[in-house]
T-cell receptor, first 113, second 111 residues
Framework: NAGVTQTPKFQVLKTGQSMTLQCAQD?????MYWYRQDPGMGLRLIYY???????DKGEVPNGYNVSRLNKREFSLRLESAAPSQTSVYFC????????????FGPGTRLTVT | TQLLEQSPQFLSIQEGENLTVYCNSS?????LQWYRQEPGEGPVLLVT?????EVKKLKRLTFQFGDARKDSSLHITAAQPGDTGLYLC???????????FGQGTILTVHP
């Protein structure tokens, strides 16, 4: 039981390049979330998926897209990376839709030059 | 925007000392969570408090939810180097489990 896994762990992009961050959970959870963490700002919600087949915007969705591929997987795509998207990205899942307990992955550290 | 303000932002203490971290908001929240995050890892949930005035204990950690449900505190007794990390408070926002986080408190406990 690996919990929440994220790939890659580190990535460096040039401005304008695209990439997809992958997230998978093996806990049969309904809800999944993408956050970004910047120094001094805690974590901010980018997008979430309350259940398979649905996605919705969080606090800071601009510049990102998501896909809930199936119940296990929730990917985050940067179509044209910008230096402002340099951050650590965390995926999380929770058992119930709206469930209070979220389980976080280990994060992806992204640098955009 | 329903902000969560955490204080202090940084805390550096010696092993064996006590400390308190605060989390405040101008609005009432239905529940509040405390997470601990170690370098290179994701946050891990420590506790959820729901009822005003509630106190929960987790070994040397004591969590309190204010009577008016606008503030919370985390108190650590006899801190140890293993307590070093980033402590985050978070509140639920709307439905679907969306969380709003405070900016965090970086705690360093020196041996």
């Amino acid at each position: 039981n690996a919990g929440v896994t994220q790939t890659p762990k580190f990535q460096v992009l040039k401005t304008g390049q695209s990439m997809t961050l992958q997230c998978a959970q093996d806990m049969n959870h309904n809800s999944m979330y993408w956050y970004r963490q910047d120094p001094g700002m805690g974590l901010r919600l980018i997008y979430y998926s309350a259940s398979e087949g649905t996605t919705d915007k969080g606090e800071v969705p601009n510049g990102y897209n998501v896909s809930r591929l199936n119940k296990r997987e929730f990917s985050l795509r940067l179509e044209s990376a910008a230096p402002s998207q340099t951050s650590v990205y965390f995926c999380a899942s929770s058992e119930e839709t709206g469930g209070l307990r979220q389980y976080f992955g280990p994060g992806t550290r992204l640098t955009v030059t | 925007t329903q902000l969560l303000e955490q204080s202090p932002q940084f805390l550096s203490i010696q092993e064996g000392e006590n400390l308190t971290v605060y989390c405040n908001s101008s609005s009432v929240f239905s529940s509040l969570q405390w997470y601990r995050q170690e370098p290179g890892e994701g946050p891990v949930l420590l506790v959820t408090v729901v009822t005003g005035g509630e106190v929960k204990k987790l070994k040397r950690l004591t969590f309190q939810f204010g009577d008016a449900r606008k503030d919370s505190s985390l108190h650590i007794t006899a801190a140890q180097p293993g307590d070093t990390g980033l402590y985050l408070c978070a509140r639920t926002r709307g439905s679907y489990g969306k969380l709003t986080f405070g900016q965090g408190t970086i705690l360093t406990v020196h041996p």
